[in-house]
């Protein structure tokens, strides 16, 4: 009975989000203002956080930029400031949690209170999973989840206090839907998922309303690091596409940011199709029970 009562939940939430969707088509969300916001980016040396970082530049943010390459990192804080934004880098390597909350404590005595977090650091193994090595797996758990909750942890607490905040976690549409040959990383991005869903519920529990979230999950991004990259789920991104949807996550407060948003639907009919799944289960098993026996 219990997966009956799921299907009904289930669809509410179907209608309701659809409901909601052309609400907005109507009713633009309001969008807030980055202007002052003290914005630290992890994994800011490349690709997604290094565009991301411009973005925040272009919105009169000031900028804490972390990376564990040195030049990479540099390269984003000169093309920053070239916008006018102040910038501070800081070589970081986000598998390391002593590294992290060392370097987290020189921000919040030397520069002041982070009011948006991104954590985007993330590293990436293509291999079958018996032919993936122990300490790339380790690795990828390492900085992909640990490294974001290490982060979220050093700088949480001060937004707490102030009820003021965003969190944003760069996770992959790999957090959602499986892919062969990516087995752990896959493993990593739903942890990063979970991460997100977990802590935006304990802050709601909390009544720490005043401290916003935003997940990322896009399909494979054309950063390099992925040789000839490939997926069922649509075309490859650009990163500048990435984060257009990114940003407009964020000054809108959008919990869950697909990119393309087509993944949301997807989403959605996985689940049905998991639902409809359990339903056989039951049914079948409901009929074993009630057969007659002899």
């Known amino acids: 009975m219990n997966v009956f009562v799921e299907l009904l939940l289930f669809l509410v939430t179907l209608l309701y989000s659809y409901l909601e969707a052309f609400v907005k088509l109507f009713v633009p969300a309001r969008r807030k203002s980055l202007s002052g916001e003290l914005v630290l980016i992890t994994g800011a040396g490349h690709g997604v956080g290094r565009a991301t970082a411009l973005e925040f530049a272009k919105r009169q943010s ?15 804080a000169a093309e920053c400031q070239k916008l006018g934004a102040t910038v501070q880098t800081f070589v970081v390597d986000c598998s ?22 991104v ?44 009820n003021y905040g965003h969190i944003v976690t760069v996770a992959s549409a790999a957090g959602h839907f499986v892919t062969p ?4 990383y896959c493993s990593s991005k739903f942890a990063a998922v979970g991460f997100h869903k977990a802590l935006t519920e304990e802050l709601c529990a909390l009544g720490k309303d005043g401290i916003k979230t935003t997940c990322l ?21 650009e990163v500048e596409e990435v984060v257009e949807a990114l940003m407009e996550g964020i ?22 199709g998991e639902i409809k799944r359990q ?16």
């Open 62 to 76: 000031r900028l804490v930029l972390w990376d564990i390459n040195k030049h990479g990192v540099e390269e984003t």
């Open 96 to 117: 390391k949690r002593e590294e992290i909350y060392s370097t987290a404590d020189k921000v919040k005595k030397d520069i002041g209170d982070v009011t948006i977090l």
């Open 119 to 162: 954590t985007n650091a993330g590293v990436i193994t293509t291999a079958d999973f018996l032919s993936t090595q122990d300490h790339q797996i380790e690795r990828m758990f390492e900085v992909n989840i640990l490294g974001h909750m290490w982060t979220t942890r050093a700088f949480l607490p001060v937004m707490m206090n102030n």
């Open 181 to 184: 040959y990516m087995v752990a």
């Open 217 to 237: 999950c896009p399909v494979f991004i054309n950063t390099g690091f992925v040789k000839n990259p490939s997926t069922r789920l649509g075309k490859i991104l």
């Open 251 to 272: 000054v809108t407060n959008q919990k869950m940011v697909f990119v393309p948003p087509q993944l949301n639907i997807a989403l959605l009919s996985e689940m049905t």
């Open 279 to 294: 339903i056989s289960v039951r049914e079948a098993i409901l009929r074993v029970e009630t057969a007659p026996q002899f």
